[in-house]
């Protein structure tokens, strides 16, 4: 777990950097680096400046970073996160699920790390033991937007449309007034399945 006072600074990087909002993500990691060093948080201040190293796609220099930071405080399951993470971006998919689950150990309360692994088992092709993972994030994380548009991603993938057609619905409004950019690509992929729908229940008549 990280230190109490850095949690929504944390958070608020996460979001950025999900959004490709880059600038953004610079200056709440230099407020970061400035609060850390404020409050002599060496775990965070090592945290904040693999931020900075993974936004500039330094994977290998992030990953130092991250591995010092563990030594520092070593049930920061954000850490762990960030490394399996980076491995993906590297193309060093050998032992990630390990790294996601090692840092599940340390903090099972962290919705990011379910998120990630669910994911990344996607990704993978691991669909039905995706599912859970990114479940158990939005039992964490109810109003996790990403969450509910990955969980539409692999409903549509099995051929579950109206299953779909309701986590999408979720992720838009989990967005508000937030992401209009991201919002009108998910209604349009609703609005696809919508249409799909009714196609295939006309024929069924």
Not at 17 to 41: M, S
Not at 145 to 174: F, K, P, S
Request: aromatic fraction near 6%; charge should be negative.
């Amino acid at each position: 777990m990280n230190h109490p006072l850095f949690t929504d600074l944390r958070r608020q990087v996460d979001e950025a950097i999900t959004f490709d909002d880059q600038p953004g993500a610079c200056r709440l990691i230099a407020e970061g680096l400035r609060l850390a060093g404020q409050q002599d948080c060496p775990g965070e201040i090592l945290y904040f400046r693999a931020q900075a190293e993974i936004i500039a796609g330094r994977f290998e220099a992030a990953i130092g970073l991250l591995e010092e930071a563990l030594l520092s405080n070593p049930t920061d399951g954000a850490a762990y996160n960030d490394i399996a993470l980076c491995r993906v971006e590297m193309g060093r998919l050998e032992g990630v699920l390990e790294i996601f689950d090692q840092g599940i150990a340390v903090e099972p309360d962290y919705a990011t790390i379910h998120h990630n692994k669910g994911w990344f088992l996607n990704k993978i092709g691991r669909l039905s033991e995706a599912l859970p993972c990114l479940r158990r994030a939005i039992a964490l994380e109810p109003l996790r937007a990403v969450t509910w548009e990955n969980i539409a991603d692999i409903y549509q993938a099995q051929g579950l449309l109206g299953e779909a057609v309701q986590a999408y619905r979720m992720a838009v409004l989990c967005l508000g007034g937030c992401g209009a950019g991201i919002k009108e690509q998910l209604k349009a992929e609703m609005e696809k399945l919508e249409k799909m729908l009714t196609i295939i229940k006309k024929e069924a008549v």
